[in-house]
């Protein structure tokens, strides 16, 4: 348990200077073009260690349920975050979802943010909904994974 709580928070040590480092100076102006989806993916990263250290301390001293079949969760869950908050990035850059009615480059991007920050939180109901617009947009239907998941929060 220790190692995964030294872990998180050096994962958030991390992540925290990243988004000092792409909102300074010294960010390459090469990459000035990527610097929100940068941005959505390390605040999606902070959303899952949020989630984690929660998680850690409801489990092991709250609830005195820790197991350790769940510690690669631990350690997987900032990185599907990561991938979640970059993600929210990209669908509504492609107008799947509409936060404001003009979103242009001196737009506020607190709410895009913000929903990266809730994708990195919540990576199973994130991803849901990911499959939930992409059914009523293309017709594909959700993996067994999220049929299952969907099974499960119900059940809750």
């Known amino acids: 348990m220790k190692n995964i709580v030294a ?18 100076n010294w960010f390459p102006s090469d990459l000035a073009n990527f610097k929100h989806i940068f941005n ?21 001293s709250i609830k005195n349920q820790w197991s350790k079949e769940w510690e690669i969760w631990y350690y997987l869950r900032p990185i599907t975050s990561i991938i979640s908050g970059g993600i929210s990035f990209l669908i509504i850059k492609a107008g799947l979802l509409v936060l404001e009615a003009n979103l242009s480059e001196d737009s506020s991007y607190f709410g895009v943010y913000s929903l990266a920050l809730i994708a990195g939180l919540n990576v199973d109901r994130f991803i849901s909904k990911i499959e939930d617009l992409a059914k009523a947009t293309w017709g594909i239907d959700k993996s067994r994974a999220s049929k299952n998941s969907d099974k499960q929060i119900n059940k809750e």
Do not use: D, P
């Open 7 to 24: 872990y998180l928070i050096i994962f958030l040590i991390v992540i925290s200077t990243g988004l000092i480092f792409t909102n300074s």
């Open 40 to 60: 959505c993916c390390l605040i999606g990263g902070t959303g899952g260690i949020l989630y984690n250290l929660r998680a850690v301390y409801l489990n092991f």
